[in-house]
């Protein structure tokens, strides 16, 4: 049943998904400050966590999309707002995305959800915080999906919601679309970074042998999930990964209250990418479906001052649910 009907209405230029999306990323100007805390992982690895404090008894996780960091636009523009209203954030950067890279040939990927569970129980272990939400973007908002159901049976009594921005909860339906020549300019911005990382990661690990020419050729996801995440993490390939990956199974599990808010004309998301039958038989998993917004967009005018519409909306499902 929860469905849930939007209230956005941006004006006219951002009623193009494509410029909605772009916009935020080019034009937004924001600044935010951060204490860095770097965690040891249970893998002999590191994790840095930026954390904003206004003083609250509750924290928001936030957790970045694909190549994404606490330095992205939508993270800082969400931990000014969230401070605004009272609550102390913090900024989780995947592994290999802090501005550092991280000790081991793995990073990060989109199932990869036993980082989250390790950032969430030491927060709470470590910190003395009655309450905590996770709100997670893109990549960032499949593993809070994928989260909240895979761990149902073990998750914390104080995480209480969670909220996930333009989520591409059906991998291979999404790489599908990421793939065409009308997505071309931003997955070229993805495959940039992947590949300088990948690079990298070849001259440290030496038995990793990765393709350099294969690896310079690719032109989409599966492309370079075959060279690099499937072999380095374990998978049989591409379509194993993102079978296992997706969030989209996990929906029906999900027994805390969870909102996916995504927008129809997010240019990376296919149909498959919108769970209405999942959330229409479910009492706990929310779908906010706009009809514009871009791709972790949402930006109302060339006017600031207006373009809080998305965190506005996330402070108000956790203020319902917390």
């Not at 893998?43 to 966590?49: A, E, R, S, T, V």
């Not at 592994?95 to 793995?106: F, M, V």
Request: glycine share 6%.
């Amino acid at each position: 049943m929860p469905v849930l009907t939007s209230s956005f209405s941006p004006t006219i230029p951002f009623k193009n998904g494509h410029f909605n999306t772009i916009y935020r990323y080019l034009f937004t100007k924001e600044n935010c400050s951060y204490q860095r805390k770097r965690i040891t992982t249970w893998d002999d690895d590191f994790i840095d966590l930026d954390f904003s404090f206004v003083g609250s008894d509750t924290l928001i996780l936030l957790i970045h999309g694909l190549e994404g960091s606490s330095q992205s636009k939508y993270m800082i523009s969400a931990t000014n707002q969230l401070n605004k209203s009272g609550f102390d954030t913090v900024a989780f950067n995947l592994r290999g995305c802090s501005g550092e890279d991280n000790l081991l040939l793995t990073t990060y990927h989109s199932g990869k959800t036993e980082d989250v569970d390790f950032v969430v129980n030491y927060l709470l272990n470590n910190y003395e915080y009655k309450k905590l939400i996770i709100v997670g973007y893109s990549l960032g908002g499949n593993l809070t999906l994928k989260y909240f159901g895979e761990y149902k049976n073990t998750l914390p009594e104080s995480l209480l919601c969670g909220i996930a921005i333009s989520v591409p909860v059906d991998l291979a339906a999404s790489g599908k679309k990421m793939a065409s020549l009308k997505n071309k300019i931003y997955m070229d911005e993805f495959l940039k970074t992947l590949r300088i990382k990948t690079l990298n990661k070849a001259d440290k690990f030496p038995e990793y042998k990765v393709d350099t020419n294969s690896l310079l050729k690719a032109k989409n996801f599966k492309d370079f999930d075959a060279l690099y995440t499937a072999p380095v993490f374990g998978f049989k390939n591409p379509e194993d990964y993102w079978q296992k990956a997706s969030s989209k199974p996990y929906l029906s599990e999900i027994e805390k209250p969870v909102l996916l808010l995504t927008s129809l004309d997010d240019p990376f998301l296919p149909k498959e990418c919108y769970p209405y039958e999942e959330a229409h038989k479910s009492d706990y998993f929310f779908l906010e479906v706009t009809r514009y917004g871009g791709h972790v967009g949402f930006l109302h005018s060339f006017n600031q001052r207006e373009n809080y519409w998305l965190e506005n909306r996330i402070i108000e499902f956790i203020a319902e649910n917390s």
